[in-house]
């Protein structure tokens, strides 16, 4: 059984730094996309960033390209994710995501993680 489990998160001041991981279990993703999602209440999902099979590419949301770094440790199967210059709105659920089934930049992964709520706020 597949699983993706996303840690850290929580309460970050604007201008602060956030730092997720997610963790694979039961299937090697090296060889596979992961991705970050979020969504904010009454929000659309909305694309975060991306890193390619092999981590020979990364894709970022243009809201958070200047901001934003997505990295694979763990052969592959463990997501990171660090964002910077966090601002209010980067307030919502985040969602770990993996082996992609469309475009890299659409919802439509095989695997989910529950989602970690991250609240930017002084």
């Known amino acids: 059984q597949v699983k993706l489990v996303e840690s850290g998160g929580g309460l970050v001041p604007p201008g602060g730094t956030l730092r997720l991981s997610c963790e694979a279990s039961?299937?090697?993703?090296?060889?596979?996309?992961m991705a970050w999602f979020r969504q904010a209440p009454g929000e659309e999902r909305e694309f975060v960033g991306a890193i390619s099979p092999n981590d020979i590419s990364r894709r970022y949301g243009d809201s958070v390209k200047d901001r934003l770094d997505i990295r694979r440790t763990n052969a592959g199967n463990t997501l990171h994710l660090q964002m910077v210059s966090l601002k209010v709105e980067d307030t919502a659920m985040y969602y770990c995501a993996a082996v992609r089934q469309a475009r890299y930049s659409e919802p439509n992964y095989q695997y989910w993680g529950q989602g970690i709520q991250v609240t930017v706020s002084a």
């Open positions: 039961g299937r090697n993703m090296g060889s596979d996309w």
